[in-house]
């Protein structure tokens, strides 16, 4: 089973390396829709450092959201997808792997990006590592709440706009606990009690989610 | 013994009658005869839950007769929450069993849930701006009660954006669990994060803080909810189960018997 899952994981992984500008593009438009805020809301300092980590946040919850069309769209269209559930390896330990590589190529480009963005809006230093430490958390729990989300919609038409309808709502949670986090050592607070139940969401999420996005998947391909 | 056939002669044809009418077939004419009885008690008990609630019951020492939005809201917002259970329920029924019948009573349920939740919605804007002085807060109650929404409009959205029936029953059915294992999920989140609602006033632990007429009006209202619920759905029912089944041969025959 180590073996399907690391099998799953460096097949998309380099898939991924072959066409590099999927993985750039979410990248970009976090970038983007984090830069759009200061022209929005004026450039004062203090009102950014206020919004800083509810924009970090939704910015990347948004770019992770966008970027769930790929995890399974191209092997259901070329019929990989198929294969992978006549496999002999449990379907939930594929699932796992793809899921994984899809955190790797859009959840932790994510997490590395977002201390230069908090630069930018002037949060103070303790709070960039909470939030890295956040995003850390949650990002996980974005991907794996998505890939329900992702397997549900395959195949129908207005996918895309689909999946955000059914996603986001169960993404608030994380949202809630990822930027109350951030608030929370910016204004000086302990942030290890919403860090603790961002990790207990990502447990729970790693230990629930795998088996409705393999039933979804099985739905979709019937 | 003079008795010719003895009692359990035929355990299976007995179980068989059990599950009788989770065929579509045998539930359609069963519906539609039961169908007036839920319609009327829900005409009759909304009658006198809002006679109590606009007549009885006393005025509010505080809100004055702003209150009495109550009546209808409380047992709007019940009501929304339970059905998203029975929904899921159904759904899971749908999954496990693979009934069709089970998934056509989710999908019917899916509307009335919505609407009662917009319905809470509503007139939870209506109440506040009286007492709270603003038409909507990010309080818990009221967010949690949106994101509800949200959840009925996914299901809603994803059956309908499926053409095969069979593959949406199951999709949405899969999304209604995954929803209803978020939900406590998403209102204990909501709830750490801002609180101005007042607290539940009706628990089954501690005495209710409101008086006994109230509490009688706002029962008879719910269960008013309940049963116009439960004719909404069957009536939906009735008609998705026509259109799901209009290939077949007792469909052709009911629609000519009805000329």
Known sequence: MIKTLRLVIHRDLLLALRRRADVANSLLFFVIVVSLFPFGVGP??????????????????????????????????????????????????????????????????????????????????????????????????????????????????????????????????????????????????????????????????????????????????? | MTATMPPNANPGLRRLNAFRFSSP??????????????????????????????????????????????????????????????????????????TRLSAMMATALAPTGALFTFLALWTGALWGKPTWGAWWVWDARLTSELILLFLYLGFIALHSAIEDPRRADKAAGVLALVGVVNVPIIYFSVKWWNTLHQGASVSLTGAPTMAATMLAGMAVMALAFWMYAIAAALARVRSIILERERQSDWVHEYARSLK
């Not at chain 1, 201390?115 to 974005?142: E, H, K, N, R, Y």
């Not at chain 1, 919609?153 to 109350?180: E, F, K, Q, S, W």
């Not at chain 2, 939005?69 to 047992?75: S, T």
């Open chain 1, 44 to 222: 004062e300092a203090s009102l950014l450092r206020a919004i800083a980590p509810g924009v970090l946040w939704v910015a990347a919850l948004l770019a992770a959201m966008l970027a769930l069309a790929r995890m399974f769209a191209a092997d259901y269209a070329d019929g990989t997808l198929e294969q992978m559930l006549l496999a002999p390896a449990p379907l939930t330990v594929v699932v796992l792997g793809k899921i994984v590589a899809h955190w790797l190529l859009t959840g932790l480009p994510l997490v590395a990006l977002s201390p230069v963005l908090a630069l930018q809006f002037d949060v103070p230093a303790d709070a960039i590592g909470v939030l890295v430490a956040s995003l850390a958390l949650g990002t996980p729990v974005l991907s794996l709440i998505g890939a329900i989300g992702a397997a549900l919609t395959l195949g129908v038409r207005g996918a895309g706009v689909l999946t955000a309808l059914l996603v986001l709502p169960l993404y608030i949670p994380v949202l809630i606990l990822g930027a109350g986090a951030v608030d929370a050592a910016a204004a000086g607070l302990d942030a290890s009690a919403h860090l603790m139940l961002l990790g207990a969401l990502l447990l729970g999420a790693a230990a629930c989610a795998l088996w409705p996005v393999a039933a979804a998947l099985r739905i979709a391909v019937e």
């Open chain 2, 25 to 98: 077939q045998t539930f359609y004419p069963l519906a539609g005869k039961i169908l007036p009885y839920f319609a009327w008690a829900a005409v009759v008990l909304g009658a006198i839950g809002l006679y109590i609630g606009f007549f009885v019951a006393p005025t509010d020492a505080q809100q004055g007769e702003a209150y009495r939005i109550i009546f209808i809201h409380v047992p709007a917002a019940w009501m929304s929450m339970f059905i998203y259970v029975v929904m899921a329920f159904w759904a899971a029924m749908g999954l496990v069993f693979n």
